[in-house]
């Protein structure tokens, strides 16, 4: 299973920074989406200068115009980039042309979809490299939230898939049990007082 960072923080010399601490523990280096928007995509291009042999994950969030946003993420540097899982199948279909054309991957984020299990197959079939199965910040926020619902639907959809929302040292293993072929953590290792550790730990509680 691979790692994956989640920098969700605003700028690009933070990101730098953490990326440079966390890199040799992870296989993916995500710039979140409040990243992107406070930064711009220029973020991707030094993130992805600065570690050329890290896959480098754009959480764009697409919801519409599909190919044009996908475009210009893979332009500026991407290897994977997301498209919602809410969005028109147009949307989707767009997004992998422009994979296609750039010989890399969209992944397509299933926040906020009820039916996770049917919407990752219908987007698997679109073109999608792999469905995350995510619950955002707000919905971690919420009382009773728990990581079972997303690796349930992970293991019953039968597509590659990642887990992203709130994965921490206490839940990882139990995302590689379910068959994750990412675990996605952001808040367990830039929230961490040492991030390098949270995910040098995070790395060896996994295979
Ligand atoms: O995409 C995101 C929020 O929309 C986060 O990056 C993702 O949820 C991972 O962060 P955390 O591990 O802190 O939940």
């Not at 009820?114 to 707000?138: N, P, Q, S």
């Amino acid at each position: 299973m691979k790692l994956q960072v989640a920098m969700d923080l605003l700028t690009t010399e933070a990101a730098l920074e953490l990326a440079g601490q966390v890199a040799e523990y992870v296989d993916i280096i995500e710039l979140g989406t409040p990243l992107i928007k406070a930064a711009g995509l220029s973020a991707v291009t030094a993130i992805k200068k600065a570690h050329p042999d890290k896959i480098v994950f754009a959480d764009m969030k697409t919801m519409d115009a599909g190919e044009l946003e996908a475009d210009i993420a893979f332009k500026a540097g991407a290897d994977l980039v997301t498209i919602l899982g809410t969005a028109d199948d147009s949307t989707i279909a767009g997004g992998v042309k422009a994979a296609k054309a750039h010989n890399k991957g969209i992944v397509v984020d299933l926040i906020g979809v009820a039916d996770k299990v049917t919407r990752a197959k219908e987007v698997r079939a679109l073109g999608a490299k792999f469905v995350e199965m995510h619950a955002g910040l707000d919905e971690q926020a919420k009382p009773g939230y728990d990581l079972n619902g997303l690796l349930r639907a992970g293991e019953e959809a039968r597509v590659p898939f990642s887990v992203a929302g709130g994965v921490n040292l206490t839940t990882i293993e139990a995302v590689q049990r379910a068959g994750a072929d990412v675990a996605v953590a952001g808040g367990a290792i830039y929230g961490a007082a040492d991030p390098a550790l949270a995910a040098k730990q995070l790395r060896a509680a996994i295979s």
